[in-house]
């Protein structure tokens, strides 16, 4: 899983690979774990961060929750930031870096498609009417 993880950090983000100490290993049982397109960097500014969904094995798009997580390379653990309804396989939920450690994902606000921005500690900061599919990295 190293290997793979360095390698496919450094194709498709032009980086250079993750140091050695860097690398972990996550082992979360009967779910999928998955980010989205690859045009999207899953990787935080500092490179000790990465975002995810996870869903369960049989989950199903439009009808199950994947939870939003990020994962610590340098402690080794994860938490789960918030939940959402609006993802599919081949996308996530467009899920995000934007400045100052903050991450946006689209999400249903009020029964309708919108997008939550949200710091990592849990707190929301912008709740948008609309779904992102492509912004500007700040």
Not at 2 to 11: A, C, H, K
Not at 36 to 45: E, H, K, R, T, V
Not at 83 to 105: A, P
């Amino acid at each position: 899983i190293q290997f793979i993880l360095g390698t496919f950090y450094s194709f498709f983000f032009n980086k250079k690979e993750l140091k050695e100490s860097k690398s972990k290993t996550f082992l979360i049982h009967r779910h999928h774990i998955f980010f989205g397109y690859f045009d999207l960097c899953p990787f935080s500014d500092d490179d000790n961060l990465i975002l995810a969904h996870r869903v369960k094995k049989n989950s199903t798009p439009g009808k199950d929750l994947a939870d939003i997580l990020v994962f610590n390379l340098e402690s080794g653990d994860y938490k789960v930031l918030n939940s959402t309804d609006l993802w599919f396989w081949q996308m996530g939920s467009r899920l995000r870096w934007t400045h100052n450690n903050r991450v946006v994902f689209n999400k249903s606000i009020k029964g309708k498609y919108g997008a939550v921005e949200q710091d990592l500690t849990g707190n929301i900061i912008n709740q948008y009417p609309f779904p992102i599919f492509s912004g500007a990295h700040h």
